[in-house]
């Protein structure tokens, strides 16, 4: 007897009905790994987006300069600072500095400023010790905490840069 083509025959497989949940577990594992992406996302773009305008920022080798073009700089009195050393001892640092100022600020408004200035970098000076303050391996941190204090003191739009032009420790 020849097998009709509505019968099935006996010894063929016939496929199981697994299609919709083949389907069913790709659509599954699709959405849970949307979702984790979705997730990390969420979680991990804070962080990048805080260092994007750093990364978009930061100038390329080839434009970096080894210092910006001098500006006009207006000086102060000299420091007198008394420290101590390791035994107590009074000691004295005396330090000149000058700062950068935008073209258009006046004597009078500098002269306005001055004793904030003054204030901030006696207060630093006066908080290290006297062998803190003459190591040589210690002359940059210093320089770089006096510009940070006194241009917040006097305002970054009056001081773009403190220059220590006298640096003497008896």
């Known amino acids: 007897m020849i097998p009709?083509?509505?019968?099935?025959d006996d010894n063929t497989v016939q496929p199981t009905v697994d299609k919709p949940r083949k389907r069913l577990t790709g659509v599954l594992a699709i959405l849970v790994l949307t979702l984790g992406a979705g997730v990390a996302g969420t979680i991990l773009s804070p962080r990048l987006m805080a260092m994007a305008p750093a990364l978009a920022k930061s100038?390329?080798?080839s434009e970096t300069k080894a210092d910006p073009e001098p500006g006009a700089t207006m000086d102060f009195s000299p420091l007198v600072v008394d420290v101590r050393d390791a035994q107590q001892t009074p000691r004295h640092i005396r330090v000149g500095i000058s700062v950068e100022v935008p073209e258009s600020l006046t004597r009078e408004?500098?002269?306005n400023l001055v004793p904030r200035g003054r204030e901030?970098?006696?207060r630093y000076l006066r908080a290290k010790s006297f062998e803190f303050l003459t190591d040589s391996s210690s002359f940059e941190k210093v320089a770089s905490e006096?510009?940070?204090r006194i241009t917040n003191a006097m305002g970054h739009k009056?001081?773009?840069r403190v220059l220590i032009t006298d640096y003497v420790s008896q």
């Open 4 to 8: 009709s083509m509505a019968e099935p």
């Open 59 to 61: 100038p390329k080798p």
């Open 109 to 111: 408004e500098f002269k």
């Open 120 to 122: 901030a970098a006696i």
């Open 146 to 148: 006096l510009d940070a």
């Open 158 to 160: 009056h001081a773009k």
